[in-house]
C-alpha cells in the first residue's frame, strides 16, 4: 500500500520508510443495539424480520393472550416484512443471518425528519413537561401515583420489582421475597436517568424503581400519506433506559381521538354536518343499569342549540353521545367495522363507551387510520422498507404499502374539512394562534380520564403524524386538564416537529400545498354557533 502511495506521489519515500516500521494496530469496534439513530426503529425492524410464524400457545390465555396471536397471524399473511427471514430462504434452503449475512436493507426513514423529531421530542418533555410534573407531585406521599390507596402503590411498585434485572438475578440464585424487599430498601450509590445525563446518587432499587415511575413517555410517527412511507419513528424518548417501543409495541386509551370515527359513520349516512342538536346530557341503557357521558364542567352552551361541527371541533360528549344515539345499538358494529377498514387490529369494546375512546390502540394504528382522511379515503399501511438486497447488490425483496379503498374521496374529504375546524376554532386551536401555523392542517387531540394518556393526530398535505404522552403506569398522570390534555402534553411535540420540518427546504415540505378536493365538492359548512335556548319540548328525543 505504502509503495502505491510512494509511486503515484502521495509519500515521499523517506516518510514511507518511517510508516513501514510502525506497527499495525486494529481496533475492532464492537456495535451496540444502544447506539445509533433510531434505535426503537432498528429493533422494531429487527423483531419483525426475524419472528416465526404465531403458535397459538406462545401467546397465553385469556382475551390478550387471542388478540396478540390474532394480530401477529395477520401480520404473518398480510405483512411481507414480518418473518421476513422465515419467508425467504437462501436458494440452498438456508436462512440468512440478519447479522452476518450482509443484507442491504433499504427503509423509508428520513433521518433528517427522525433528528427533527427527537430533537422536538426532547425539548418538550425535558424543559417543560417533565420539570412540571416533578413539581406538581413533590412531597405527596403516593408520587407519582394517584387515586390509589397503600395497597395499590404496593402492588405497582411490587410489579416493578418484578420486572428489574437485580430482582431476576436475586431470584435466580432462590432468594426468599423478603429477603429481596430487604435488599430492594437498602440505600446504596447509584446511578439514575435525568435529561441531562445520569444522576449519581444514594437511592434503594426501590427508591430508584419509584423515581423512574415519574417520568414521562412518549411515542411518535411521521407518515407520507400516498406511500405510506414511514418517515420518522421514535418508540420513546432514550432507547438506552427506556426500550419499550410505543408505536408498535404500546397500546393506550385514544381518547376524543376516537370521535372523528363516529361522525365518519354519520358523514356516510348524509347527516349534515350543520345538523343543530339541543345540547343536553344523553344516557345510554348498559344491562340492568344506564351510563351517561360527562362532560367535566364543559356545560356552559348547555340547553342551547349547536352544530355536529361544532362538537367535533371542541370534542364535545354530549354532541357525540347524541350523535351515537341515533345509531344506536346498530352503529355500535358500523363504527368498528369503518375502523377496522381504516387499519385498526386492536380489540374495540362493543359498548356505548366506546365513543369516549376507553379502547387501547397503537399510535401506529392511529396515525394510519387517520391518514386515510387525507388520502382520498384509501388506507395504506405504514411502511418501513423498501427493498432488501444481499451484500453483493443483488434485489431480494421489494415492499408496497396495502392499500384498501375504506371511504369514499367525497365523505373523506367532508371529514378532513371538520378535521380542519378542530385546528381552525376547536382543541387543537393553538396550532394557529400560539404556533402560528398558516398552512393547511387538519386533526384532533385525545385526553383519556383523569389525563392518563395525551395524544394528537395531525394531517398535512404532505405529512401525517401522531404523538402520545404518558407516564408508564395509568396511575400516574396530571391532576387537572390543564396540564395533562392532549394539547398541553402532546401537541407541543407535533408542533415542533413540523416548525423544524417547514424550515428546511430541503425536505421539499411546505405550508403552501393543498388537500386535495375532490371535482364539484360542496357540503355547506357554514353553521352558526350555537344558537338560542330551545323549549323544552325539544328535549324529548332521547
Same mark, same amino acid.
Given at each position: 500500500?505504502?509503495?502505491?502511495?510512494?509511486?503515484?506521489?502521495?509519500?515521499?519515500?523517506?516518510?514511507?520508510?518511517?510508516?513501514?516500521?510502525?506497527?499495525?494496530?486494529?481496533?475492532?469496534?464492537?456495535?451496540?443495539?444502544?447506539?445509533?439513530?433510531? #434505535?426503537?426503529?432498528?429493533?422494531?425492524?429487527?423483531?419483525?424480520?426475524?419472528?416465526? %410464524?404465531?403458535?397459538?400457545?406462545?401467546?397465553?390465555?385469556?382475551?390478550?393472550?387471542?388478540?396478540?396471536?390474532?394480530?401477529?397471524?395477520?401480520?404473518?399473511?398480510?405483512?411481507?416484512?414480518?418473518?421476513?427471514?422465515? =419467508? #425467504?430462504?437462501?436458494?440452498?434452503?438456508?436462512?440468512?443471518?440478519?447479522?452476518?449475512?450482509?443484507?442491504?436493507?433499504?427503509?423509508?426513514?428520513?433521518?433528517?425528519?427522525?433528528?427533527?423529531?427527537?430533537?422536538?421530542?426532547?425539548?418538550? @418533555?425535558?424543559?417543560?413537561?417533565?420539570?412540571?410534573?416533578?413539581?406538581?407531585?413533590?412531597?405527596?406521599?403516593?408520587?407519582?401515583?394517584?387515586?390509589?390507596?397503600?395497597?395499590?402503590?404496593?402492588?405497582?411498585?411490587?410489579?416493578?420489582?418484578?420486572?428489574?434485572?437485580?430482582?431476576?438475578?436475586?431470584?435466580? %440464585?432462590?432468594?426468599?421475597?423478603?429477603?429481596?424487599?430487604?435488599?430492594? #430498601?437498602?440505600?446504596?450509590?447509584?446511578?439514575?436517568?435525568?435529561?441531562?445525563?445520569?444522576?449519581?446518587?444514594?437511592?434503594?432499587?426501590?427508591?430508584?424503581?419509584?423515581?423512574?415511575?415519574?417520568?414521562?413517555?412518549?411515542?411518535?410517527?411521521?407518515?407520507?400519506?400516498?406511500?405510506?412511507?414511514?418517515?420518522?419513528?421514535?418508540?420513546?424518548?432514550?432507547?438506552?433506559? *427506556?426500550?419499550?417501543?410505543?408505536?408498535?409495541?404500546?397500546?393506550?386509551?385514544?381518547?376524543?381521538?376516537?370521535?372523528? *370515527?363516529?361522525?365518519?359513520?354519520?358523514?356516510?349516512? =348524509?347527516?349534515?354536518?350543520?345538523?343543530?342538536?339541543?345540547?343536553?346530557?344523553?344516557?345510554?341503557?348498559?344491562?340492568?343499569?344506564?351510563?351517561?357521558?360527562?362532560?367535566?364542567?364543559?356545560?356552559?352552551?348547555?340547553?342551547?342549540?349547536?352544530?355536529?361541527?361544532?362538537?367535533?371541533?371542541?370534542?364535545?360528549?354530549?354532541?357525540?353521545?347524541?350523535?351515537?344515539?341515533?345509531?344506536?345499538?346498530?352503529?355500535?358494529?358500523?363504527?368498528?367495522?369503518?375502523? =377496522?377498514?381504516?387499519?385498526?387490529?386492536?380489540?374495540?369494546?362493543?359498548?356505548?363507551?366506546?365513543?369516549?375512546?376507553?379502547?387501547?390502540?397503537?399510535?401506529?394504528?392511529?396515525?394510519?387510520?387517520?391518514?386515510?382522511?387525507?388520502?382520498?379515503?384509501?388506507?395504506?399501511?405504514?411502511?418501513?422498507?423498501? %427493498?432488501?438486497?444481499? =451484500?453483493?447488490?443483488?434485489?431480494?425483496?421489494?415492499?408496497?404499502?396495502?392499500?384498501?379503498?375504506?371511504?369514499?374521496?367525497?365523505?373523506?374529504? @367532508?371529514?378532513?374539512?371538520?378535521?380542519?375546524?378542530?385546528?381552525?376554532?376547536?382543541?387543537?386551536?393553538?396550532?394557529?394562534? *400560539?404556533?402560528?401555523?398558516?398552512?393547511?392542517?387538519?386533526?384532533?387531540?385525545?385526553?383519556?380520564?383523569?389525563?392518563?394518556?395525551?395524544?394528537?393526530?395531525?394531517?398535512?398535505?404532505?405529512?401525517?403524524?401522531?404523538?402520545?404522552?404518558?407516564?408508564?403506569?395509568?396511575?400516574?398522570?396530571?391532576?387537572?386538564?390543564?396540564?395533562?390534555?392532549?394539547?398541553?402534553?402532546?401537541?407541543?411535540?407535533?408542533?415542533?416537529?413540523?416548525?423544524?420540518?417547514?424550515?428546511?427546504?430541503?425536505?421539499?415540505?411546505?405550508?403552501?400545498?393543498?388537500?386535495?378536493?375532490?371535482?364539484?365538492?360542496?357540503?355547506?359548512?357554514?353553521?352558526?354557533?350555537?344558537?338560542?335556548?330551545?323549549?323544552?319540548?325539544?328535549?324529548?328525543?332521547?
Amino acid at each position: 500500500m505504502f509503495d502505491q502511495m510512494l509511486k503515484y506521489e502521495y509519500l515521499d519515500s523517506l516518510t514511507a520508510d518511517s510508516v513501514k516500521q510502525l506497527p499495525v494496530i486494529a481496533q475492532n469496534n464492537i456495535t451496540s443495539h444502544m447506539r445509533g439513530k433510531a #434505535n426503537h426503529f432498528r429493533t422494531f425492524l429487527r423483531v419483525s424480520m426475524t419472528a416465526d %410464524r404465531p403458535v397459538r400457545s406462545d401467546y397465553g390465555r385469556g382475551r390478550k393472550g387471542l388478540e396478540a396471536f390474532e394480530r401477529d397471524s395477520t401480520r404473518w399473511y398480510h405483512d411481507p416484512l414480518y418473518g421476513w427471514i422465515a =419467508k #425467504n430462504p437462501r436458494p440452498d434452503g438456508t436462512n440468512y443471518n440478519i447479522y452476518k449475512d450482509g443484507l442491504q436493507i433499504h427503509t423509508t426513514l428520513n433521518m433528517k425528519m427522525q433528528e427533527y423529531a427527537e430533537i422536538s421530542m426532547k425539548e418538550h @418533555l425535558s424543559e417543560f413537561l417533565q420539570p412540571a410534573f416533578f413539581y406538581e407531585k413533590e412531597g405527596r406521599p403516593f408520587a407519582p401515583f394517584e387515586e390509589v390507596d397503600e395497597e395499590a402503590v404496593e402492588s405497582i411498585m411490587n410489579a416493578g420489582i418484578m420486572q428489574s434485572e437485580y430482582y431476576r438475578k436475586l431470584k435466580g %440464585r432462590d432468594v426468599s421475597w423478603d429477603s429481596i424487599l430487604m435488599k430492594f #430498601n437498602e440505600p446504596r450509590e447509584t446511578k439514575v436517568f435525568s435529561w441531562n445525563g445520569m444522576i449519581d446518587t444514594i437511592l434503594s432499587p426501590y427508591d430508584s424503581i419509584r423515581y423512574m415511575k415519574h417520568i414521562l413517555r412518549s411515542g411518535f410517527m411521521a407518515v407520507e400519506p400516498w406511500s405510506g412511507h414511514v418517515k420518522a419513528y421514535i418508540g420513546d424518548h432514550t432507547y438506552r433506559y *427506556f426500550q419499550y417501543d410505543h408505536v408498535t409495541q404500546g397500546r393506550r386509551q385514544v381518547g376524543s381521538t376516537v370521535k372523528p *370515527f363516529l361522525y365518519l359513520m354519520a358523514m356516510q349516512e =348524509k347527516i349534515s354536518p350543520c345538523k343543530q342538536i339541543p345540547l343536553v346530557p344523553i344516557t345510554f341503557p348498559v344491562g340492568d343499569t344506564t351510563w351517561t357521558p360527562g362532560v367535566d364542567g364543559r356545560n356552559s352552551y348547555a340547553g342551547q342549540y349547536v352544530s355536529l361541527k361544532w362538537g367535533l371541533a371542541h370534542s364535545h360528549n354530549w354532541v357525540s353521545a347524541w350523535l351515537f344515539k341515533t345509531f344506536y345499538p346498530g352503529g355500535i358494529g358500523s363504527m368498528i367495522t369503518i375502523m =377496522k377498514k381504516m387499519g385498526i387490529t386492536s380489540y374495540i369494546d362493543p359498548v356505548p363507551s366506546m365513543i369516549l375512546g376507553p379502547s387501547d390502540i397503537s399510535l401506529e394504528e392511529m396515525v394510519g387510520a387517520f391518514n386515510t382522511f387525507g388520502n382520498q379515503g384509501i388506507y395504506v399501511s405504514p411502511t418501513y422498507v423498501t %427493498r432488501i438486497e444481499d =451484500k453483493y447488490g443483488n434485489l431480494i425483496s421489494t415492499f408496497q404499502p396495502r392499500e384498501v379503498e375504506a371511504i369514499d374521496e367525497e365523505t373523506a374529504y @367532508l371529514m378532513l374539512t371538520l378535521l380542519k375546524e378542530v385546528v381552525n376554532k376547536g382543541t387543537a386551536g393553538r396550532l394557529r394562534c *400560539f404556533y402560528q401555523f398558516e398552512g393547511e392542517m387538519a386533526g384532533n387531540t385525545g385526553t383519556t380520564q383523569n389525563q392518563r394518556d395525551g395524544w394528537l393526530i395531525g394531517i398535512t398535505p404532505q405529512q401525517s403524524a401522531g404523538v402520545w404522552v404518558g407516564c408508564e403506569d395509568r396511575s400516574a398522570h396530571f391532576d387537572e386538564l390543564g396540564m395533562g390534555s392532549g394539547g398541553r402534553m402532546a401537541m407541543p411535540i407535533w408542533a415542533k416537529f413540523f416548525e423544524s420540518v417547514y424550515a428546511d427546504s430541503n425536505l421539499g415540505i411546505t405550508e403552501e400545498e393543498f388537500f386535495d378536493k375532490p371535482e364539484c365538492f360542496y357540503v355547506d359548512l357554514d353553521c352558526d354557533e350555537p344558537t338560542a335556548r330551545p323549549s323544552s319540548s325539544d328535549f324529548n328525543d332521547f
